[in-house]
């Protein structure tokens, strides 16, 4: 089927606002990823989830990001109050679980916080 | 904390020739080391994963080995050609509490026609 799907593709948004970024995983995948990626730099971790727990929160860079899935499929990644530090791409991942080596990447969502 | 070092500087090579890429890891023994190319406005795509007790892998035009006393991994595209300039990144798994990837920065790839 489709690979992993992300939206919205690119999101502009002021100061303060809150958003959400939307990922739905390859069909069957329980395990997602979400990674963050500045200008020229690594993918940084934030979170993964073996269907709907995530067992590890501690990539989350502050208490304004947060993640849910529902359903062992879509997940969404919430950011609060937005700081222009948090402008960068947010890509999603999945793999058929936590024990699979290799994941499977989204476009990513682009976000500029002004 | 588990680092990876891959050159910033962009590579560029010609047509035809072979392409060598570094990727260097500190403080962790990995289970294994995945190689990923990424495209500009794309996500990392798969590319090759070599297990710690493997010394080397190849794919196609690709190979990949991984040297566990120096801690380093050399990535080789053979024949390059213009369709393989990207940025490849390479990852590594972190301990087995925490089930995701560290990923290098990247090092950008152009291979001239």
């Known amino acids: 089927g489709a690979g992993v799907s992300q939206s919205p593709s690119n999101k502009v948004t002021e100061k303060g606002k809150d958003v959400e970024l939307r990922c739905d995983p390859i069909s069957g995948h329980t395990a997602l990823y979400w990674y963050r990626q500045s200008l020229g730099q690594g993918l940084e971790f934030l979170i993964y989830f073996q269907g709907n727990s995530a067992p590890d929160k501690s990539g989350l860079p502050s208490d304004r990001f947060s993640a849910e899935r529902t359903g062992g499929s879509v997940s969404t990644l919430t950011i609060q109050r937005t700081q222009q530090e948090d402008s960068a791409v947010y890509l999603c991942?999945?793999?058929?679980?936590?024990?699979?080596?290799?994941?499977?990447f989204g476009p990513g969502t682009r976000l500029t916080v002004l | 904390s588990q680092k990876i070092e891959q050159n910033s500087e962009a590579l560029n090579i010609q047509e035809g020739k072979t392409a060598t890429l570094t990727c260097n890891y500190t403080n962790y023994s990995p289970a294994y080391l995945q190689w990923y190319r990424q495209d500009p406005g794309r996500g990392p795509v798969f590319l090759l994963l070599?297990?710690?007790?493997?010394k080397e892998k190849r794919k196609e035009r690709l190979k990949v080995t991984f040297d566990t006393t120096l801690k380093q991994s050399l990535f080789h595209i053979t024949a390059s050609q213009p369709a393989d300039s990207a940025t490849y990144l390479c990852?590594?798994?972190?301990?087995?509490?925490?089930?995701?990837?560290?990923f290098g920065s990247g090092t950008r790839l152009q291979v001239q026609p």
């Open positions: 990852a590594l798994d972190m301990d087995t509490g925490r089930r995701a990837l560290t």
């Open positions: 991942a999945s793999s058929l679980s936590v024990l699979t080596d290799t994941q499977y």
């Open positions: 070599i297990r710690e007790n493997e």
